[in-house]
């Protein structure tokens, strides 16, 4: 029975031994933290390829500039040629009316020339008929109608009369012929011009062909530059999208970045210690959270508490989102950071001058405003109690003071709460 019971509890421990082994095996491990030092050459290494992806950019977006300006080069060529091929269309057709027109004179000055020739022809027949007629039957000839004179002024009479018949007759022919010269000239003059129109025709009709030709070259051409331009669009797209999720990548890791440099810091830093002493700068105070805040300068009394008051240049009543430490007038005095942290902010702050802000990492923001010089940077890691700048009356002021604020998830809260 001993033995029995013995055996159960052995078992028993081998198998909590074993359930637990079991639990650790699918309990899940905490990797080690990256250090700075590692999360800062991943941090280079994406700001190089953020510079990598921008200098893309830059020869996409120098690409598609110069598509464009050839794309527009094209359209204006191909706008004139279109111009062109609208006036040569104009020209052909007014050629074409010109033809016709010289084919109806032909015609017309062919009928005058026929009919010049009919008359010529017919007044040659009746002059060879008379002629013939004269001298066959012997009735009517020269000689006849001279030798029937009766006298001698009848004989000249009658030589008057067939000189002034045959001349008469000599003036028809001639005037018929010169007439049917005439018409046949002008008939080939029209011919000529005519067959000129032609090969003009012929010569704008090639040259419309030829300008047809490079229009539809330049729509190919201008096609082709379209669809480059959208490829580059959808290029810059992705790049763009790459650079995006590159930046959010960045922004992520420069988070890592500054809480890896808060907990190597607060690894191994010590809290500052200063004189006590209310109103004495860095020295330590806890707020009813038990954290630790440092008094940011020296100062005698607080000149405008947080809340709502009557601002001193404005005279207008305004929400004061800090407190004013009056530190008797004197320029220079040192601020101290209030706490340990990174800072986010430094340079001139519109009305609050010359400002420095330090993100705690904890949802605490701290502000010095009216500086007269800082000396720290953007990215630095302060300690509780480091000197950030000095008391001055830069921006909106009536004379040198801190302006200091303390802000919660963004929200303004009274700083007096905690230093």
Known sequence: MENKRRFSVIAGILVCALLLGLATDFLPTNASAASSSAIKEQI????????????????????QDENVSEIRAIMDQKNVIDQQIGLLHTQISNINEQVAAYTVLIADKQAELDDAEKRLKALNEKHKERIRAMEENGELSYWSVLFEANSFS??????????????ADSRRLKEIREVAEEVAAAKAELVIERDALKVAKEDLAATQAELEEKAAKAQSLLAELIAKGKEFEALMEELEDEQEANADELANKK????????????????QPTKPAGNGNGGTPTKDELGKTWVIPCDYTMVTSPFGWRIHPISGVEKFHNGVDLWCMGIYGKPIYATREGVVSYTGWYGSGGWTVMVDHLDGFKSIYMHMTNFIVSEGDFVM?????????????????????????????????NYI
């Open 154 to 167: 009848d004989f000249l009479d009658r030589l008057t009369m067939m000189e002034e018949i045959a001349a």
């Open 255 to 270: 988070v890592e970045y500054d809480e890896a440099k808060y907990r190597e810091h607060m690894a191994t830093a010590t």
């Open 44 to 63: 280079e290494e994406l700001e190089k390829e953020q510079a990598a992806l921008e200098d893309k950019l830059d020869d996409l977006r120098d690409q």
């Open 384 to 416: 509780a109690g480091q000197v950030i700048g000095y008391v001055g009356d830069s921006g909106g002021t009536t004379g040198p003071h801190l302006h200091f604020e303390i802000r919660y998830n963004g929200a303004a809260v009274n700083p007096m």
